[in-house]
């Protein structure tokens, strides 16, 4: 649902329009603003609560502070794509090139929604703390999910354990680079994106440009097909 | 040269190791390391002085100020890999697809090379801004030299110009990557990343792997007999 436009920077009074947010998603989407903004550390939380047009105090019966914010918004970019994964790796249909092919669609659309970029949040110095242990976590299994989707695909299968860790590497960084291109007002299509990167990704993890555009034909009709 | 080891986060005395930099680098250093762990806004030209071990009047007789000094960083993380590219797109030899694989090669090593992870600054919100314009033109050359090197291989002869944007777009993307990889302590193996990185880039370009292997192989032979 889109929200009422509104000005960015500035706290909103209290007779501010019905953005349709609960409490708890104004204050991780005043969050999210400042944090992509200012940064974590000249991030205050009265400025949070302002932002989001509640006092202070109320905002404690929501998150326990500035740290809670900020771990939430980290395990919101990868929680979704690691639930799926965990799905569609216990799953045998369709053919593990087109989960691959599903995974990474679903989280490279993921990285590129949302009026905020959270994945720049990665690139905080304090992201890397083990207070966000929790994060740290979620990613990596995503990560090994990847590995394991590629191990099961023909090409994996013929690939040893280093050259296997290596292309999910690769795989998982270029479904992750829409977070840089993000930056750029000149990048392609953000509607056609998702797709275009799955396909990408499967020729990238060694699949032969006509078995990778098979995979993303198999992926587009599980799709359409209403399946998740 | 390695430099000697030194505490991060304070000023260093004037009696500091000799770290065989000149002033320039020094200072260009000491922003390096502030503005990536705490921003640009939040730190000081004279911040940035004290931890290059100078006076803060000194400073400007090597930088206007923190702008420059912001925009000098930038810059240095596209200038040479645009001046690679633009040697490389006026020659005939190698062949384009391994010229395009010495690019990429050449690319990820500036971007994973030094002490400072200085692609991060690409996700400072002040990196947008139009004073640093000079910057994004370079930026944008690259990429476009991404895409003309592509356009020349036979794989890129074949496609319409939206798909030869795209595919120009992820091959980039895929490069940038290790920007964000940096953060990553379990990330492969720094040395053999940027000849993985640029395999993997042509087979996303759209090269059988097959093709790919092999303009990998001419690529290293190339780069093995002294050339560049």
């Not at 009074?13 to 940064?39: I, M, Y």
């Not at 771990?71 to 087109?98: M, Q």
Request: hydrophobic share 45%; aromatic share 4%.
């Amino acid at each position: 649902v889109p929200t009422t436009k509104r000005r960015v920077g500035r706290p909103r009074a209290d007779d501010r329009p019905d953005t349709g947010l609960s409490p708890r998603e104004e204050l991780l989407d005043a969050a999210a603003a400042l944090f992509v903004s200012h940064g974590y550390a000249a991030t205050s939380t009265r400025a949070i609560a302002e932002r989001a047009g509640m006092r202070q105090a109320s905002m404690y019966h929501y998150f326990a502070g500035k740290e809670d914010l900020l771990a939430t918004l980290l395990e919101g970019t990868v929680a979704p794509s690691l639930e799926l994964a965990t799905g569609i790796l216990g799953r045998s249909e369709p053919a593990a090139e087109a989960r691959l092919w599903l995974l990474c669609r679903a989280d490279t659309a993921l990285l590129g929604a949302g009026r905020h970029n959270l994945g720049a949040l990665y690139l905080l110095p304090e992201a890397g703390d083990a207070r966000f242990a929790s994060f740290h976590e979620q990613r990596a299994r995503l990560k090994d999910a990847y590995r394991r989707l590629l191990a099961a695909t023909a090409v994996g299968a013929g690939l040893d354990e280093a050259e296997l860790t290596l292309r999910a590497h690769l795989v998982f960084g270029l479904v992750e680079s829409v977070i840089l291109a993000r930056r750029e007002s000149a990048a392609p299509g953000d509607a056609a994106l998702p797709e275009a990167v799955a396909d990408g990704a499967l020729r990238l993890a060694g699949l032969s440009p006509r078995d990778a555009a098979r995979a993303g034909a198999a992926g587009r009709k599980h799709l359409r097909s209403g399946a998740s």
